[in-house]
């Protein structure tokens, strides 16, 4: 019996990219959280969203669920967040 091991990377480098900058406050912002719809997710991004406002001043919190839980931020939804100046996404089980 022989043994075969199978080397699992890419022949080719992964794309670079960067880093957002990181905003200097939330005072006054618009961010978006993209949830995956789980039932645990609701009320954490209830009392994430609460705190966002109360407490850094963000003037707008947009939340959206995906379609699908385990697949990528649909289309639209990213998008929409073209025009958001942080995004938070989330998962809950």
Do not use: C
């Amino acid at each position: 019996m022989s043994l075969e091991i199978l080397d699992p990377t890419h022949e080719t480098a992964a794309a670079g990219f960067a880093m957002a900058g990181r905003l200097a406050t939330l005072k006054g912002m618009t961010v978006g959280i993209i949830s995956n719809g789980k039932f645990g997710s609701v009320p954490f991004f209830d009392a994430f969203e609460n705190a966002l406002v109360e407490s850094y001043g963000v003037a707008k919190v947009v939340r959206r669920t995906k379609s699908n839980y385990s697949a990528p931020a649909d289309p639209d939804i990213m998008d929409e967040a073209q025009e958001w100046n942080a995004l938070i996404a989330g998962i809950g089980d």
